[in-house]
């Protein structure tokens, strides 16, 4: 079979080999610290906190902390923070000039940026894990169990917390250097994955013993997966390709330029960023409803009902709406025409400069437009999931942010193994064509 032999010349590759063995040792370091409990916790006590981790923003934490986050591990925390502190960065690189100056200084400043990012990821985790034992104490409660008290507790935990999700970085970073794929987004990768098996079997048992449409409706439930996951892997390699041609120029007996070239745009070129923020702003209400002790109205009720109409449309409203923005502080047709003049580059028919970047925005405009629908489509999907019977666990895995890393991420990752195998001369991993990252390009 060609499966098999692709496996055996993936085995040849001495190089490749290391990567994947190396791969695979980080993240059973990784999966085994997520079992790794905080001192002076009892984990038969975090009943509650379980049950607090199986729907919301909380289910999703856990999501991406591999599980880590319901079982009071020492990885409780996860990547999120240094995400965060990511976004924050790259949102004062778009704002502040200094973070511009920094950006166009090449290695230098990019390294200045990571390390101004781990001092915020820092921050942020001196913050949430005061945060996570408050939480955790009152799911202790609820489950007859008290958190240890004292202010050595909350400083302790607070620094074993951090230190945790500092050391999940330094694991992603291990991975991307000596691993294979990019270290950070693969731990989260595996965080969702980890969750995938439970909650497969859960569902089989649900529709086989409770009589809720059998053995039938979970292959239905199957296959309209795997077509959700066939429509996000159209959304993540979608490209619009720009012809561009560049002049001759001769320089003594030697000629340079003249070959047509392609300017890849990418149909969806904000990712899961759009989700991402329209997710936060849709937690506020909860939030604010939290904080209140009067009666819940009917308006901030119907915010709360993640199944509803009116959740699900503002939501989809708002990811079109941050798809737009996002591509337009991402993508700058303005540097990508100038660069174009520069190097005595142009699109056959269009003018060089400004008829060049109006024509780049026009097309940027038709093509964000289907993918940011596409995108709040695959972003509302779990909810459809719930209305048609779906369990929790298993809806989240069909759509969504998990659902979008899971695709890109493995995408990446198949993209650089096949990268190995072309260059050792052996068969990419399709019989046809080559496998497209999030980058819109073949391997």
Known sequence: MRAIETLKNIWKIEELRNKI?????????????TYIVLPG?????????RAQTRGGLLALLDMFSGGAFSNAS??????????????VMQLLAIAVPSFQKLQREGE??????????????????????????????VQLKAAGADLAG??????????????????????????????????????ILVGIIARLPHSLFQEFISRTSEKTGGLVMFLFELVFLLLVIAGAILLVQGTRRV??????????NKQYGGAR??????????????????????????????????????????????????????FAVLIILFTYFYTAITINPGMMADDLKRNNGF??????????????????????????IFLAIVAIMPSFARIAGVSMEFSQFFGGTSLLILVGVVLDTLQQVESHLLMRHYDGLLKSGRIKGRAGLVA
């Open 21 to 33: 063995l190396i791969t695979f040792l980080f993240v059973a370091i990784y999966r085994l610290g």
């Open 41 to 49: 916790i009892d984990p038969a006590s975090l009943t509650a906190l």
């Open 74 to 87: 020492i990885f409780a925390l996860g990547i999120m923070p240094y995400i965060s502190a990511s976004i």
């Open 108 to 137: 230098s400043g990019r390294r200045k940026i990571n390390q101004w990012t781990r001092y915020l990821t820092v921050a942020i985790l001196l913050f949430q894990g005061p945060s996570y034992l408050v939480n955790l104490n």
């Open 150 to 187: 004292g202010l050595w507790f909350t400083v302790s935990s607070t620094i074993i917390l951090a230190a945790g999700s500092m050391f999940i970085l330094w694991l992603g970073e291990r991975i991307t250097d000596k691993g294979i794929g990019n270290g950070v987004s693969f731990i």
């Open 243 to 252: 012809p561009v041609q560049y002049a001759k120029r001769i320089v003594g």
């Open 261 to 314: 070239q392609y300017i890849p745009l990418k149909v969806n070129a904000a990712n899961v960023m759009p989700i991402i923020f329209a997710q936060a702003i849709m937690f506020i209400p909860i939030t604010i409803v939290g904080f209140s002790s009067t009666e819940v109205s009917s308006f901030w009720s119907a915010f709360m009902d993640n199944t509803g109409f009116w959740y699900n449309f503002v």
């Open 347 to 372: 699109i056959p028919g269009v003018k060089p400069g400004k008829h060049t970047k109006e024509y780049l925005d026009s097309i940027m405009d038709k093509i964000t437009l289907p993918g940011a």
